[in-house]
């Protein structure tokens, strides 16, 4: 944008000047012709760089308001993968198996107690001394639906894979597996920042998709987890998200 204002106002600087040549240099006759041109140009050119400078700011302010609506369908689908981690040991890799998990997959509720108990065998080899050890029992006190835990009475898990404002009904891009030689499950949904804004100048956007900044949403596409490393946040700033999570 910096470049454009400044290519802008030398223009319009050399019009000026050129203006004020005309004036000292061009007969009389033909000089009002000229110089109402020149304060026509130079109303253009003043327009054009009002017009790149409020069309970014317009963009930026789009753009934010899209992504905060984008990035609760990413929340909801990163707080669904990390329960089907907890229940299944795994990450799911499409979400027709992760909306019928939630429906129908249940949380244990557990209780850890410490416990003594009589070691027999040390007990035998200390010639009939009586001989304990510690130990940590776990019992199941009860189940709890996933469902009900995450999400409450709202049934909005079931749309959580659409994009939301897209022209054609675009999903998010889901992947989940482990990372290469390591036994640790990993997963990713991201949709490309050219979806969310597909209505939106495309110089705009593709300087949008190329952002590495620390009050950004870097790189080309708005996601939660990574394929390449243990990772189950966003990639957008604490700018992003509501209060409470800050």
Known sequence: MLTAILTVVGLIILTVGIVWLIDKFVPKKIKP????????????????????????????????????IVIENLKDIRDAQLAHR?????FSDNFDGLVKFIDTAKFTITQRRDSTIVDEELTKRYGGVETTRDIVIIDTLGFVPVK??????????????????????????????????????????SVDKSIILHDQ?????????????????????????????????GNWPKSFNSKKED
């Open 33 to 68: 012709i000229l110089n109402l041109l020149l304060w026509v140009l130079i109303i253009f050119l003043g327009y054009l760089t009002f017009d790149s400078v409020y069309g970014e700011i317009k963009f930026n302010q789009l753009k934010e308001k899209r992504y905060k």
């Open 201 to 233: 100048n495309k110089n705009l956007v593709n300087k949008e998709k190329q952002v590495v900044a620390v009050d950004g949403v870097n790189g080309p596409t708005l996601k939660v987890g990574s394929m390449t490393e243990v990772y189950t946040k």
């Open 148 to 189: 009900d835990s995450i999400f409450g009475a709202d049934n909005r898990y079931k749309t959580m894979m659409n994009v939301p404002g897209t022209k054609n009904g675009e999903k998010f891009k889901l992947n989940a597996g482990k990372l290469p030689d390591e036994d640790i499950a990993v997963f990713e949904a």
């Open 86 to 90: 907890t229940v299944t040991g795994k």
